[in-house]
């Protein structure tokens, strides 16, 4: 499973360098990091409204569309879902609660 996260965290990577003009990632990074933002956000909004529907293939859909966007953003930011997987590695086995409490320290 991970593996399809690696293959697009390289995609996205090589993007950096690519057209904007035929590369619709590149595009966002030439457009800067507010246009990521703004696109995560829109997914994020999209997939809530979507859930909110209860039809299952459509939440699937754009939730792929905020895990597409949200890479981009980590990719962005010198980061990879690796980073990411780790924080929840390290978060694993620890009570949710706990953890919070935590972080407010």
């Not at 904007?20 to 997939?47: C, H, M």
Request: charged share 30%; net charge negative; glycine share 10%.
């Amino acid at each position: 499973m991970n593996d399809i996260l690696e293959k697009l965290a390289a995609t996205l990577e090589a993007r950096k360098g690519a057209d904007p003009e035929t590369s619709y990632v590149a595009k966002l990074y030439a457009r800067g990091l507010d246009a990521i933002l703004k696109k995560v956000g829109e997914e994020a909004a999209e997939t809530l409204i979507a859930a909110k529907g209860g039809e299952k293939g459509q939440i699937v859909h754009e939730v792929a569309d905020l895990w597409f966007h949200t890479l981009v953003l980590l990719a962005s930011q010198g980061l990879g879902p690796q980073d990411v997987l780790a924080e929840l590695a390290r978060r694993e086995g620890v009570s949710g609660l706990a953890e919070k409490a935590a972080r407010q320290k």
